[in-house]
C-alpha cells in the first residue's frame, strides 16, 4: 500500500481472470466517509484497514470492477455504488447501489460520464485530492508504460467507433481541473497525469 498523494492509497494484485496486475485505491476523504475505488484485497489484507477509519463506500468505475467488494461489504458494511446501467450484471444477490452520471458522491466524489466502451463507464472525479479514476477507457500499456486503449478484441465489434467516442469523453475530461489519474488497469499517473491523459487525446489515441 502506497500513499501516492495526500490521502490517495494504491496497490495492485494479480488478477486472475485476465492474467495481469490491476490497481485499486483507497480514499482518506475528508469527513466521515472513507472510499475505496475498484477494491481487491491487498497484499496486507483486511488488517490494514483497522488500524485506520475503515472504509464506508465501495465506488466501482464501471460494473465490470466489483472484483473483492463483496468482501469488504461482509467486513465493513460498506455500501457499493455503480452506475445505474450496470446494474443488471449484479444477479447474486449482491446490494449495489445505483447512481447516475452528474451525481454527487460518498467521499465528495463527482460521477462523470465516459460510456462508448460501455454504458456504465464512469470517470470519478476527486476535486478535494485534485485526482481523476478511470475504468477501461484508457489504460497504461505494460503497466507502468504509456496511455493506451485495450485491444480491439475487448472493445467490441466496432472499435474505432469506440475509440472516437471514447476520446471525445476524455477530451471533456481535460475541462477538470486535475493532476493525478488514478488507472484500474495499469500504476497511476501522479502530478502529471492530466499532461499525459492531453496528450493522448491531441495524438487522437495512437500514443
Request: net charge negative.
Amino acid at each position: 500500500m502506497e500513499e501516492i498523494v495526500p490521502g490517495i492509497f494504491h496497490w495492485q494484485t494479480f488478477h486472475e481472470h485476465i492474467r495481469a496486475q490491476v490497481s485499486s485505491y483507497y480514499l482518506d476523504a475528508p469527513g466521515e466517509e472513507k472510499v475505496l475505488l475498484d477494491p481487491r484485497l491487498p497484499p496486507e489484507g483486511m488488517e490494514w484497514f483497522r488500524g485506520r477509519t475503515e472504509p464506508t463506500d465501495i465506488l466501482l468505475t464501471n460494473r465490470h470492477h466489483y472484483r473483492h467488494s463483496s468482501d469488504f461489504q461482509r467486513t465493513f458494511g460498506c455500501a457499493v455504488w455503480c452506475h445505474q446501467d450496470g446494474l443488471h450484471e449484479f444477479v447474486r444477490g449482491e446490494k449495489v447501489r445505483g447512481f447516475s452520471f452528474g451525481d454527487g458522491l460518498p467521499g465528495g466524489i463527482k460521477a462523470v460520464e465516459v460510456a462508448a466502451i460501455c454504458p456504465d463507464e464512469t470517470a470519478l472525479y476527486v476535486p478535494w485530492a485534485r485526482a481523476v479514476a478511470l475504468a477501461d477507457g484508457v489504460i497504461r500499456k505494460g503497466n507502468d508504460g504509456p496511455l493506451g486503449f485495450v485491444p480491439d478484441f475487448l472493445i467490441g465489434s466496432e472499435p474505432e467507433t469506440v475509440k472516437q467516442g471514447l476520446l471525445a469523453a476524455l477530451e471533456r475530461l481535460l475541462d477538470l481541473e486535475f493532476d493525478t489519474l488514478l488507472l484500474a488497469h495499469g500504476r497511476p499517473l501522479v502530478g502529471d497525469g492530466k499532461e499525459a491523459l492531453s496528450r493522448f487525446v491531441s495524438g487522437r489515441g495512437t500514443r
